[in-house]
């Protein structure tokens, strides 16, 4: 059993297991968001890209970038609790957090075979799609799981 804290890395220990993963010919899957709220609809998406690849890496929002893209009142979780609830999953091989308004570094620096989103996405509504193709990388579209979203457990919650 593998501690959720050392499946956590640093951009640095990214920046040099990347290169090794992708010399090994493993098939790496990137996915991205704020996971704030983990709720079931994370876990089905997170399975399903799971199963692209060899590997899951998980890009983590920062609490900077997930106030500029949902608000002051976000995120409810800090980013390294974010972070710990991602990496404890089986199907999450490793997680980073990126500070970036986009994860377009994150997918330059990892350069997956299989970069991930989930069905509320389009391929041409992604800031990073101009990136995964340019490698020659495939960016695939998840279903949406229906009615599970943080925001709306959130609204919820508030009595919205």
């Known amino acids: ?87 404890g999953l089986e199907c999450v091989d490793y997680v980073t957090i990126f500070d970036e308004p986009t994860a377009t570094q994150l997918v330059n620096l990892v350069q997956p075979t299989y970069y991930a989103k989930g069905g509320d996405y389009t391929e041409q509504d992604l800031p990073e799609s101009e990136a995964v193709i340019a490698y020659g990388g495939f960016v695939v579209i998840l279903p949406l799981q229906p009615e599970r979203s943080t925001s709306a457990i959130v609204a919820r919650i508030r009595g919205e």
């Open 1 to 87: 059993m593998r501690f959720a804290e050392s499946k956590i890395l640093t951009r640095e220990q990214l920046t040099q297991l990347a290169p090794m993963w992708r010399e090994a010919g493993k098939q790496i899957v990137l996915t991205n968001g704020c996971f704030d709220l983990l709720h079931v609809g994370h876990l089905r998406y997170l399975q399903e890209a799971r199963q692209l690849g060899d590997l899951l890496v998980v890009g983590v929002n920062s609490d900077d970038s997930v106030r500029q893209l949902k608000g002051e009142s976000r995120p409810i979780l800090p980013e390294q609790e974010r972070a710990k609830l991602l990496a």
